[in-house]
């Protein structure tokens, strides 16, 4: 699994994982990251974020490597400045979601679109998901955004409404129709159904070439679950759900705040070695 460093694809998680609890990328990490890449491995992530909104860490990173967006709904180059896969939400989700704002109005909420964020609920918890991200969303009723093209909706509430949300969901039998994962306490996601981190790895290994690689994976909360049964090895830091911790092939000594993709790294380096 780990005979060439040069065919070994790392995909890491951002919150939680690679970024810390103060949302940063430690100098330990970035250190970690360049002295992989220079051996030969390549470095990339799998993210909840916009092509837009990621566009700041793929600069500081240096990724050469396509990159999962939107939770697994999108696959971008920006290398090329290409999106190489997308699997956006059916038609009949633009209903639902005006269906869950109706029966839960204090929700936040923003609809994500290759061409940028719309948001249509700007709560505390919305502004909070915006600065997170650190862009300028467009602001604008949920009935009015254009259909086709909605690659997920994110809603943000308090972490025990978002329990409700997914009672409700299951209630309305949405939940058959499209995939609803907590990607934080106070974000319940809806993505096309069958879509995840996960299923946008099995689309990645089918990229032109990409053929004999290695993939390892590295998160830490439930939208990061499938990735890691996905991959050819999969590993959590300490902080980790334990939902995540049960399927990890490896669970990290470090946590997101002490180190952990360095961690991870000098174990792929060992074990090429």
Known sequence: MFEDIKKVILLSDMDGTLLNSKK???????????????LGGHFTVATGRTIQSFTQY??????????????????????SGKTLYTHPLPPECREMALEIMRCMPESGGE??????????????YQQLHTRLCNIVPNYVELADIEEGGWLKVLFALAPEEVEHMAILVHELGFDKKAEFVKSADIFLEMLPLGVSKGS????????????GY????????NNDLEMIKAADFGACPSNAEEIVKESADLI????????AVAELIDFIIQRCS
């Open 214 to 221: 290695t993939f390892v994976a590295v998160g830490d909360f």
């Open 24 to 38: 940063e990328i430690t100098e330990k990490d970035r250190a970690a990251i360049r002295r992989f890449t220079e």
């Open 252 to 259: 990290l000594s470090h946590s997101c705040d002490d180190g």
């Open 58 to 79: 793929c600069a500081m990173l240096d990724i050469k490597k396509p990159v999962i967006m939107y939770n697994g709904a999108a696959i971008h180059d920006y290398v």
């Open 200 to 211: 946008a790895l099995e689309e990645y290994r089918k990229l032109p070439g990409m053929e």
């Open 111 to 124: 609809v994500l679109k290759a061409d940028g964020t719309y948001v249509f609920s700007n709560t505390e």
